[in-house]
């Protein structure tokens, strides 16, 4: 009789990071990304023609898998301010009326929320009085943004998505809520999924968020989810990825830092220009990429236009 394999054991929680710590690790990443400012792409630098061309050839099935979560507009413990959506025609006496008639709506979002899927631009992050690079903090105006906006990725994100399972990894089907991932966690889950995240790669990182709040409920994530531990983002780093995107908002809560509320937010798009995809959604992704044994694909990332703006609603599209 075949013995059964071992399920991981739960790995022992990193410690919290001081102040100083934190800001020693924020200089030395920063210290590593190539300098921005206004007309700079950032970490997409390293996204060349040649690594999107090599992305799209590894296609094989044609299939095609949507990352984004279904926009929520009814309230919630995690979603105090919902998306609005309501018919502004037709009139009830237009439905039935002969002849030309148009159904027409209005949509209005929180982009920021904790719920809809979402990019952060590199003008949304401001730590120090500074954004990314350098960049003033006065460029942000109640007018919307001047530098580092949305208007960078005017012509979307195409590369190859790589999907790290830390749960999967974990033998569990979810993070609990303070759980915080490690950068040895995302080694293990490259070994154990037989990947490799490279240079200008959009690197998913799945902590079970959406499964979790589909089975148990919805709860006030300001105060406990899953996310990266903020030294995990050396592997990031090292990797040099393009983009980071998770099924939370890559930080954990309570944050490992107490002075800092979002240190991977800082690190991330303040220190290392990468852009941030918040509270994705990977549960229909997973299946497809067991079934064709790869973690790897095409990857179709395209916001709105809107120029001045800190952030999109977006859905990205997984192609394989």
Known sequence: MASEQPVPSRPTAPRPLSEAAFRDLYRRLRSRAR????GRRGALDRLTPERVVAAAAEVRAGRTVSLAATVETRSGPDNPEPASHRMTAPTRGETGAPGLAFARDRFAMNVHGDVDSHLDALCHVIYDGELYGGVPASTVTPDGA????LDLV?????GRGVLLDVPRLRG???LEPGDQVTAEDLAAAETAQRTTVGPGDLLF???GHRLRRRTLGPWDVTRARAGLHPTAMDFLAERGVSVLGSDGNSDAAPSAVPEVGFPVHVLAVNAMGLQLLDWLDFEELVPVCEQQGRWHFLCV???LRLPAATGSPVNPIAVL
């Open 172 to 174: 569990v089907r979810w």
């Open 146 to 149: 001047e530098a580092l906006t």
């Open 35 to 38: 300098d921005g400012g206004p």
């Open 205 to 207: 990182v799945r902590v």
């Open 301 to 303: 990332i395209a916001p």
């Open 154 to 158: 005017r012509d979307g994100i195409v």
